[in-house]
Every structure is written in structure tokens, then in C-alpha cells.
């Protein structure tokens, strides 16, 4: 069986986009591989990484990628997690089903670490609960 492949795109590949890449080969099984990048590339957020190893989920290996390194490959879904990224690629060739849920941008929110963490965790959670509501269940 062929896995479907998701990408999922944000502005900077630090975030959102990030999250959802683990969580969704976390929750989705063997019938899909999540990828994610975008428009610019910088740095994965400390603070995605600790609120997805929060629940067992660990992206400390990744990086934060533009779309440029996809060049060539073809997705099943391509999801824009933003208003931005929706913007610059409204006609990713790659994708056969392209979509858009927009989430809030943890990166925003100033304060201590403790003050800014359970914004992560809520949309966090926000984007496990679209994900296995958009494609189905977690293992």
C-alpha cells in the first residue's frame, strides 16, 4: 500500500507547520507521511518542540524548511496553516487536494516561557484535533 503524503505549509517552517508534520505521522499510522515547509525558512520554535514531547511526540530532529526543497515531489494534500503561506501558494502544482485551515500563531504571544506555553498546548491541541477530524483517526 502507498502512503498518502501531506505537506503542510506555513510561513516560516517554525511553528504550526511543524507541529502538524509530528503530529500527523504521530496520529496518522502507516497510511501517511506528513512533511512540512515554507515560504521562509528559519528555525523550529523550542517551545513546539516541548509541547509536542509534552504528549510523546518528538521533532527535535527537525528543521525548518522552505518549499523550494520539495521542488519535484508530488502530495497527496497540501494544507496552508496560515494566511500567508495560503497567499504565496495558492497554486502548489504538487498537491491534488489543496486546503487551507488556518490556525493562530503560538509565536506571537509575548511573555515568560510559562505565560506563552499554554497558548502552544491550545493550538497544539487545535491541530490534532483537525488533523484526525480531516483524516481520521489516531493510533
Not at 498518502?4 to 502538524?20: D, E, G, P, V
Not at 507521511?33 to 527535535?60: C, F, H, M, Q
Not at 494544507?79 to 491534488?96: F, M, Q, R, S, W
Not at 486546503?99 to 509575548?110: E, I, T
Request: one cysteine or more; proline letters at 3%.
Amino acid at each position: 500500500m502507498t502512503k498518502k503524503k501531506i505537506l503542510f505549509l506555513c510561513t516560516h517552517n517554525s511553528c504550526r507547520s511543524q507541529m502538524a508534520e509530528g503530529l500527523a505521522n504521530h496520529c496518522l499510522g502507516g497510511g501517511f507521511e506528513a512533511y512540512s515547509a515554507g515560504t521562509e525558512a528559519t528555525r523550529v520554535n523550542p517551545l513546539a518542540v516541548k509541547v509536542l514531547a509534552e504528549i510523546g511526540i518528538d521533532i527535535s530532529g527537525h528543521r525548518s524548511k522552505t518549499l523550494d526543497e520539495f521542488d519535484g515531489e508530488s502530495f497527496d494534500y497540501v494544507v496552508t496553516l496560515c494566511g500567508d503561506a495560503n497567499e504565496k501558494c495558492p497554486l502548489y502544482i504538487g498537491g491534488t487536494e489543496r486546503s487551507h485551515r488556518g490556525f493562530d500563531d503560538p509565536s506571537r504571544c509575548f511573555g515568560t516561557e510559562e505565560e506563552v506555553l499554554p497558548e502552544f498546548r491550545r493550538v497544539r491541541d487545535e491541530i490534532k484535533s483537525w488533523i484526525i477530524e480531516h483524516f481520521g483517526g489516531c493510533k
